[in-house]
């Protein structure tokens, strides 16, 4: 009698234990698909607030103004997602037919708000496909773990994605550590699985922000080292590259910085934001031996090379020996 007391309260430990953890999982998903359905509700007022400004800058026929105009207001004033989403069709349908802005700046704010809805709409989905799976469990059903939180849908409407490749300008910084490493993160193209490369910490200048501004931001955001202005040097090189990322073009313009990590520093990953999560797997320490050994794709193409170069300034200017940035940065590839 006492094996099988014991026996079901084993059953109804291990129970328990499951059904803990799905409730927990499950209030994770649920507060998840919130924060992802508020970044895209954020993505999609910043898409109607420039289709409203192109509308109010003159460029378009008046029709054609005011006709923008009340499509992106028709897509704030929707009262629920079924009529945002009728509404966001329509406004995606009429900036599809827009000619490309006279400013490039407006274009390629259209096509950078574009994209953040691409992103922010598939996050939001990924996480209610995963939270509709998680609820359709048999003991999440069973024991009716949702409580009474409304089981959320799929908001589905037709992407904006200008065929015009959009300009950026970025701040990357080369973090060389005193065994002569910098800090690569590994990331890949989440549309394209197995896609994989080495990068270095670093992103698109914000308005209203310098080079330097970017790449202390950035850094920070990356992997929590918090440096003075006065621990940067450079920018020691720059480049251009064209690439696609997530379906979207890009020709970019990068402009690398050299620093020393502060001691006994540690990388963290806590300030991503979810597209970064999205894409950065990783991150390693590289030698300039390593790196000439890895048959990896590192960016840019010739930090291999040009590490030692690297290097070579970043301890001149912590060594107090002179001025070892030239004035004008070197173009690499």
């Known amino acids: 009698m006492n094996l099988v007391i014991a026996a079901i309260i084993v059953v109804l430990l291990v129970c328990a ?21 508020a970044a895209l509700d954020v993505a999609l007022a910043r898409r109607s607030g420039v289709a409203r400004a192109l509308a109010a800058a003159g460029d378009l026929a008046p029709a054609v103004a005011t006709t923008l105009a009340a499509a992106a207001r028709r897509t704030e004033d929707a009262g629920d997602r079924t009529r945002r989403a009728d509404a966001e069709n329509e406004l995606t349908r009429l900036l599809e037919q827009l000619p490309t802005p006279p400013d490039s700046s ?35 059903r069973m024991f009716r773990l949702a409580g009474r939180a409304s089981l959320p849908d799929y908001f589905e409407i037709a992407e904006y994605n200008p065929s015009r490749p959009l300009n950026r300008v970025s701040a990357r910084v080369l973090m060389i550590d005193d065994a002569d ?62 690439f696609t990322f997530s379906g979207q073009d890009y020709e970019q313009t990068e402009y690398f910085f050299v620093a020393a990590p502060p001691a006994d520093a ?13 894409y950065i797997h990783g991150e390693e320490w590289w030698a300039a031996d390593a790196l000439a050994a890895t048959g990896d794709v590192v960016y840019p193409l010739q930090l291999t090379a040009r590490l030692p170069e690297a290097v070579k300034l970043l301890r001149e200017v912590t060594g107090g020996r002179g001025p070892a940035v030239p004035p004008e940065p070197t173009q690499i590839d």
């Open 17 to 37: 234990f499951r059904l803990y953890r799905l409730a927990t999982r499950l209030d994770r998903l649920h507060r998840r698909t919130e924060a992802a359905w």
């Open 106 to 140: 407006v274009a390629d704010e259209l096509a950078e708000t574009a994209q953040r809805v691409l992103l922010a709409r598939r996050f939001y989905n990924d996480a209610v496909r995963d939270t509709r799976a998680l609820r359709a469990d048999r003991f999440s």
């Open 266 to 278: 540690a990388v963290h990953h806590d300030g991503f934001t979810e597209v970064e999560r999205s």
């Open 181 to 242: 490493r910098v800090l690569l993160f590994q990331g890949g193209d989440p549309q394209l699985p197995g896609d994989r490369f080495w990068f270095t910490p670093g992103g698109g200048v914000e308005a209203g922000e310098d080079l330097l501004g970017a790449a202390q931001r950035e850094l920070t955001e990356e992997t929590r080292m918090r440096l003075p202005r006065t621990a940067f040097a450079g920018p020691v090189w720059w480049r251009r590259s064209r």
